[in-house]
C-alpha cells in the first residue's frame, strides 16, 4: 500500500513563501500521477497542482503563477513550492496519488475532481495571514 506524508505546513505572512513535501512510499512517483489539493473549512476540496505519469503539469487557476508542482524520485518526494501566498489559501493541503488514467485523461483532468484518487496523505495545514 502507497503512504504518502506530508510536511512543511505552517504560518507565513501574505506574500511569503512555503514549500509542502510529500514523501511517497513504494515508488509512486515513478508509477502514478501525483497532486496537491486543499480544503478549507466549509468549503469543498479543491485541486491545486498536478503532475501526471507523462509529466505534464496543471494548477489551478487561483495558484498559477504562483505555485509550482515538482519531484524528485531520488529522494521519493513531490513538492509544492508556495510564493506569494494569500489568505485565501489557508488551508489543509493533502498530497494524493492515482495509479492509471485513460487516454485523454491527464494532470488537467486530475485537478478537475472528476477523478477518485487512489491514495491520500494525513494533510498539512498552511495559514497565511494578511
Known amino acids: 500500500q502507497v503512504h504518502l506524508v506530508e510536511s512543511g505546513g505552517g504560518s507565513a505572512q501574505a506574500g511569503g513563501s512555503l514549500r509542502l513535501s510529500c514523501l511517497a512510499s513504494?515508488?509512486?512517483?515513478?508509477?502514478?500521477?501525483m497532486a496537491w489539493f486543499r480544503q478549507a473549512p466549509g468549503k469543498k476540496r479543491e485541486g491545486v497542482a498536478a503532475l501526471d505519469i507523462d509529466g505534464i503539469v496543471a494548477y489551478s487557476d487561483s495558484v498559477k503563477g504562483r505555485f509550482t508542482i515538482s519531484k524528485d524520485s531520488a529522494k521519493k518526494t513531490l513538492y509544492l513550492q508556495m510564493n506569494n501566498l494569500k489568505p485565501e489559501d489557508t488551508a489543509m493541503y493533502y498530497c494524493?496519488?492515482?495509479?492509471?488514467?485513460?487516454?485523454?485523461?491527464?494532470?488537467?483532468?486530475?485537478?478537475?475532481?472528476?477523478?477518485?484518487?487512489?491514495?491520500w496523505g494525513q494533510g498539512t495545514q498552511v495559514t497565511v495571514s494578511s
Open positions: 513504494e515508488r509512486a512517483l515513478d508509477s502514478a500521477s
Open positions: 494524493a496519488a492515482v495509479w492509471a488514467l485513460n487516454d485523454g485523461e491527464d494532470a488537467r483532468t486530475v485537478i478537475g475532481g472528476t477523478l477518485s484518487m487512489d491514495y
